[in-house]
T-cell receptor, first 115, second 113 residues
Framework: AQKITQTQPGMFVQEKEAVTLDCTYDTSDPSYGLFWYKQPSSGEMIFLIYQGSYDQQNATEGRYSLNFQKARKSANLVISASQLGDSAMYFC????????????FGKGITLSVRP | NAGVTQTPKFQVLKTGQSMTLQCAQDMNHEYMSWYRQDPGMGLRLIHYSVGAGITDQGEVPNGYNVSRSTTEDFPLRLLSAAPSQTSVYFCASNTGGRSYGYTFGSGTRLTVV
């Protein structure tokens, strides 16, 4: 069974600093995709970044990058130059076994950005 | 704007009542799914569909029914509401290809009293 683990307690970061949100996963499938979503206090789910298991390079999207360490089964999200608007809940998720497969989510991490 | 539309946004039900949460997408996505979000639990999959006429159970299907008669619509039915079904419900869709853009609706906050 697929599993996503997010164990950090609530995270705090100073505005303009970088922060790393941890995610480890477990799957026996060689083909899978890893996602990060942001959920602000307004409640919507916002897609941030995607990493495929066969992608040779770490994914980047603007201030977001994914530190993908396949052997360690980790997919940490790095947010550079934090902004107040980054305060939110962040979810790591995994899709495996084909494109139509389900997303399995972690329990989420709350990030608070201090001015 | 194109996307996933969920209605209603808020609902209060009495125990034992039934209702349908609506989900519609206009992106011609084959794959649609329903999740529930509870504090400290992340999002858990209730039911999903890989195309019109095809549905399957997710992690927490008990107490819910779905059908997929068209590509656009994927309603979630609560048969006899229970307080344990108090949650925030999200509908999501995806093209079904290697595309990695799952699009989520804005959510339905359901309270069962």
């Amino acid at each position: 069974a697929q599993k996503i683990t997010q164990t950090q307690p609530g995270m705090f970061v100073q505005e303009k600093e970088a922060v790393t949100l941890d995610c480890t996963y477990d799957t026996s499938d060689p083909s899978y995709g890893l996602f990060w979503y942001k959920q602000p206090s307004s409640g919507e789910m916002i897609f941030l970044i995607y990493q495929g298991s066969y992608d040779q390079q770490n994914a980047t999207e603007g201030r977001y990058s994914l530190n993908f360490q396949k052997a360690r089964k980790s997919a940490n999200l790095v947010i550079s130059a934090s902004q107040l608007g980054d305060s939110a809940m962040y979810f790591c998720a995994m899709r495996d076994t084909g494109a139509n497969s389900k997303l399995t989510f972690g329990k989420g991490i709350t990030l608070s950005v201090r001015p | 704007n194109a996307g996933v539309t969920q209605t209603p946004k808020f609902q209060v039900l009495k125990t034992g009542q039934s209702m349908t949460l609506q989900c519609a997408q206009d992106m011609n996505h084959e794959y649609m799914s329903w999740y529930r979000q509870d504090p400290g639990m992340g999002l858990r999959l209730i039911h999903y569909s890989v195309g019109a006429g095809i549905t399957d159970q997710g992690e927490v299907p008990n107490g819910y029914n779905v059908s997929r008669s068209t590509t656009e619509d994927f309603p979630l039915r609560l048969l006899s509401a229970a307080p344990s079904q108090t949650s925030v419900y999200f509908c999501a869709s995806n093209t079904g290809g290697r595309s990695y853009g799952y699009t989520f609706g804005s959510g339905t906050r359901l309270t069962v009293v």
